[in-house]
């Protein structure tokens, strides 16, 4: 099946699944969110404790599935991984620090002995929600504005920046892409805690929860105004495709999405989707607005993925030399292992109906107090 099909259609089929699995990274931030929420809403050790053990039940989910983010763009792209990877090395090793001291936070904020005291892995669990997810917002701005490196005749890497990735945090462009994903994800962590937590008793917290959502939707409007301005009006990196000569093209990010009106339709819709998540949940006092939310997120996450690969764009785009840059065709793997990664995806809707069975159970009915005070220490968080 598979195998008759044309590299450049395997390798598209490839980077619609990678942009499907980013996507749904960028929609289980919401326990990243969630977590830089906790000196806000949590004013009571209860409180907090009712925060934490809710995202608790996630923060492995989304672990899981940034680690299988990375996996896929290895195995289908390569040249991408071992150009960011070995080139960028500083930006993801602090984006995947930030990622093991939130681990270790669930794990021992609670535990008999815990010589740091809660506080500090508390601070960790803000620093995952706040700068980690600034600086993958700040990478995936990279797509767009480029990166200081040059590749050899045989595809060895030169970095030509001393900060090794770090540096994409001081374009304006990326630190608001990241700034937004950092408030977005603020307003899913506060959506799905009035999603999961019963808060009887707490109406005061309840209260201040879905102000949250509300207060972090104007805080993130400006970010992402600025970032759909700049991607409208912005020159991107075009690919002759006969040649594969790379070149600056004018307004290339706004032919893409007419170019792509299904694309288009997704942005549109992924926007009202998540305005309407908010409505309903700080205005009409609903609990579902996390599944808009998170829907218009993935919607949003696809038009950032495929605006940057697709119709003979760069997606990985170099400022320091324009034909080192990479696309879904030159950085690929070969037909052969393409193939063979096309049929194990095949169990990929089975992974993902246990993800949802499993999600159902954990969630098939809120968080309490009464839950809390009835767990044994070693089993909160």
């Given at each position: 099946m598979f195998g008759n099909l044309d590299t450049t259609v395997l390798q598209q089929i490839w980077w619609i699944i990678d942009s499907l699995v980013g996507s749904l990274f960028l929609f289980l931030i919401f326990v990243q969110g969630g977590q830089t929420l906790l000196g806000q809403l949590g004013k009571t050790s209860m409180e907090k404790s009712l925060i934490i053990n809710s995202l608790g039940r996630k923060w492995e989910l989304t672990f899981t599935t940034l680690v299988l983010f990375g996996g896929a763009l290895f195995a289908a792209?390569?040249?991408?991984?071992?150009?960011?990877?070995?080139?960028?090395?500083?930006?993801?090793?602090?984006?995947?620090?930030?990622?093991?001291?939130?681990?270790?936070?669930?794990?021992?904020?609670?535990?008999?002995?815990?010589?740091?005291?809660?506080?500090?892995?508390?601070?960790?669990?803000?620093?995952?929600?706040?700068?980690?997810?600034?600086?993958?917002?700040?990478?995936?701005?990279?797509?767009?504005?480029?990166?200081?490196?040059?590749?050899?005749?045989?595809?060895?890497?030169?970095?030509?920046?001393?900060?090794?990735?770090?540096?994409?945090?001081?374009?304006?462009?990326?630190?608001?892409?990241?700034?937004?994903?950092?408030?977005?994800?603020?307003?899913?962590?506060?959506?799905?805690?009035?999603?999961?937590?019963?808060?009887?008793?707490?109406?005061?917290?309840?209260?201040?929860?879905?102000?949250?959502?509300?207060?972090?939707?104007?805080?993130?409007?400006?970010?992402?105004?600025?970032?759909?301005?700049?991607?409208?009006?912005?020159?991107?990196?075009?690919?002759?495709?006969?040649?594969?000569?790379?070149?600056?093209?004018?307004?290339?990010?706004?032919?893409?999405?007419?170019?792509?009106?299904?694309?288009l339709i997704f942005l549109l819709l992924g926007i009202v989707l998540v305005l309407w998540g908010v409505v309903t949940t700080a205005l009409r006092g609903k609990n579902s607005g996390i599944w808009f939310g998170g829907l218009g997120t993935v919607l949003v996450g696809l038009t950032v993925f495929f605006i940057a690969g697709f119709n003979n764009t760069a997606f990985y785009p170099s400022k320091a030399d324009l034909q080192s840059s990479l696309t879904i065709y030159n950085a690929s793997s070969s037909h052969y292992t393409l193939t063979a990664m096309s049929y194990v995806a095949l169990i990929i809707p089975l992974v993902l109906a246990y993800i949802v069975y499993v999600w159902r159970l954990m969630d098939s009915k809120k968080i309490t107090e009464s839950e809390l005070m009835g767990t044994q220490a070693d089993e909160m968080y």
């Open positions: 792209f390569p040249k991408f991984y071992a150009t960011s990877f070995g080139g960028a090395y500083w930006v993801w090793i602090l984006i995947l620090f930030t990622f093991v001291i939130q681990a270790v936070s669930y794990e021992f904020r609670k535990k008999p002995g815990n010589f740091l005291g809660e506080k500090v892995y508390e601070i960790f669990l803000f620093i995952n929600g706040s700068v980690g997810i600034l600086l993958i917002g700040a990478a995936v701005g990279t797509f767009f504005t480029g990166s200081n490196f040059t590749l050899n005749e045989y595809n060895l890497v030169f970095w030509t920046n001393p900060l090794r990735g770090l540096e994409a945090a001081f374009s304006l462009f990326n630190l608001s892409l990241g700034l937004f994903l950092v408030f977005n994800a603020r307003i899913l962590g506060a959506m799905y805690l009035i999603n999961n937590i019963d808060f009887s008793g707490y109406e005061a917290m309840e209260k201040r929860t879905r102000r949250a959502v509300l207060v972090n939707l104007l805080c993130a409007l400006p970010f992402l105004l600025y970032v759909l301005g700049s991607l409208l009006f912005m020159d991107g990196f075009g690919v002759d495709p006969k040649t594969g000569v790379v070149s600056m093209v004018s307004g290339k990010y706004l032919s893409n999405l007419l170019a792509m009106p299904l694309v």
